[in-house]
């Protein structure tokens, strides 16, 4: 295998696809996953077509289903988990991304 297709491989590695509510795919980039007061949170990057896209973050709630091979994500309504974790992240990755202040 030659080095290009390794590096796709490995970018195809990091892709999720999850359904939204209308039953589209929509593919996201696997960047971490966070772990706060036991519950495991994803942190995903959608990937769009149009590269001028804000680059927000989706963060997700782990929830284990009946199958092992199977997990599902759910939204998180608690703003006060949501930053938590997304500090958690920014501290993690500071030297890989440059994070926009919104203040």
Do not use: A, H, R
């Amino acid at each position: 295998m030659d080095e290009e297709n390794e590096v796709l491989d490995d970018e195809l590695d990091n892709i999720v696809v999850l359904n939204d509510e209308n039953g589209e795919e929509v593919p996201f980039e696997f960047l971490d996953l966070i772990e706060l007061n036991g519950e495991q949170y994803v942190i995903l990057l959608p990937v769009e077509e149009d590269e001028e896209e804000s680059g927000e973050v989706v963060i997700l709630k782990v929830e284990d289903t009946d199958s092992e091979e199977e997990e599902s994500y759910v939204s998180v309504d608690d703003e006060e988990v949501l930053n938590t974790v997304f500090e958690m992240f920014k501290e993690k990755f500071k030297d890989e991304f440059n994070f926009l202040d919104e203040e």
